[in-house]
C-alpha cells in the first residue's frame, strides 16, 4: 500500500530537548516536504527536498532542520523546540515537485511545554 | 510570499444544500489543486486543474479554474454529511520555486 508514514503521532516534550520527527514513503517519490498545520493559518510548508541531498527552506523555516540522506527519507528535526513550534505537523510526498497528487502522512501533533 | 485566500472561511449548512467555496490570489499560476482534509488525516487529493477556464466535475463537486489562472471555485450539489470537511487549494509557488503554497481553508460543516 502506497503510503507517508511518519513517527511520533503525538509527542509532549520541553522547552530545548532536541527532538527528530520521522518520515517514510513508500512511493520511490522523488519530492518530499514538512509542513505545519496552526488554526487560522492555514498549512504551511516548512521545508522541502526535490531529491536525496537537495533541501531548501519553505515559507516558515525558522527553528527546523532537515536532510535527505536516501530517498525514502525524509527527517524534520526541531534542535531547540519552542512553544510556538506547538503544532500539527504533516510529511508529504509527491513524484515531482511540479504539481504531481502530493501524499500526507497521518500527521504528528507536537507540544512543547 | 503569495497568498491564497479562501472564502468563506466556515460554513455549516443542512444536507441537501449546494455550496460554493472561492480560492483566490493576485498571481498566476500553471495548475491549482483541491484537497479535502478529514479530522485526524492528512489532506487527500480531489483534483488538479491546469488551463484557464477548465470545469471539472466529480460526482456532486465541480471544479473551475478562473479564465486568468488567478482564482478558482468549488461548487457541491446536494451537499451531504460525508463532505464534511476542510476543502484547501494549492498551488506551486512560481517564480522557479518549488514551494507549494496551501490556501487558509474552508471549513464544511454538512448537517444531517
Known amino acids: 500500500e502506497a503510503q507517508v508514514t511518519q513517527n511520533p503521532r503525538y509527542l509532549i516534550t520541553v522547552t530545548g530537548k532536541k527532538l527528530t520527527v520521522t518520515c517514510s514513503q513508500n512511493m520511490n517519490h522523488e519530492y518530499m516536504s514538512w509542513y505545519r498545520q496552526d488554526p487560522g493559518l492555514g498549512l504551511r510548508q516548512i521545508y522541502y527536498?526535490?531529491?536525496?541531498?537537495?533541501?531548501d527552506k519553505g515559507d516558515v523555516p525558522e527553528g527546523y532542520k532537515v536532510s535527505r540522506k536516501e530517498k525514502r527519507n525524509f527527517p524534520l528535526i526541531l534542535e531547540s523546540p519552542s512553544p510556538n513550534q506547538t503544532s500539527l505537523y504533516f510529511c508529504?510526498?509527491?513524484?515531482?515537485?511540479?504539481?504531481?497528487?502530493?501524499?500526507f502522512g497521518e500527521g504528528s501533533w507536537l507540544t512543547v511545554v | 510570499t503569495q497568498l491564497l485566500e479562501q472564502s468563506p472561511q466556515f460554513l455549516s449548512i443542512q444536507e441537501g444544500e449546494n455550496l460554493t467555496v472561492y480560492c483566490n490570489s493576485s498571481s498566476v499560476f500553471s495548475s491549482l489543486q483541491w484537497y479535502r482534509q478529514e479530522p485526524g488525516e492528512g489532506p487527500v487529493l480531489l483534483v488538479t486543474?491546469?488551463?484557464?477556464?477548465e470545469v471539472k466535475k466529480l460526482k456532486r463537486l465541480t471544479f473551475q479554474f478562473g479564465d486568468a489562472r488567478k482564482d478558482s471555485s468549488l461548487h457541491i450539489t446536494a451537499a451531504q454529511p460525508g463532505d464534511t470537511g476542510l476543502y484547501l487549494c494549492?498551488?506551486?509557488?512560481?517564480?522557479?520555486?518549488?514551494?507549494?503554497?496551501f490556501g487558509t481553508g474552508t471549513r464544511l460543516k454538512v448537517l444531517a
Open positions: 494549492a498551488v506551486l509557488g512560481g517564480s522557479g520555486t518549488y514551494k507549494y503554497i
Open positions: 508529504a510526498s509527491s513524484r515531482t515537485g511540479a504539481g504531481n497528487t502530493i501524499y
Open positions: 486543474v491546469v488551463t484557464g477556464g
Open positions: 527536498s526535490m531529491n536525496v541531498e537537495v533541501t
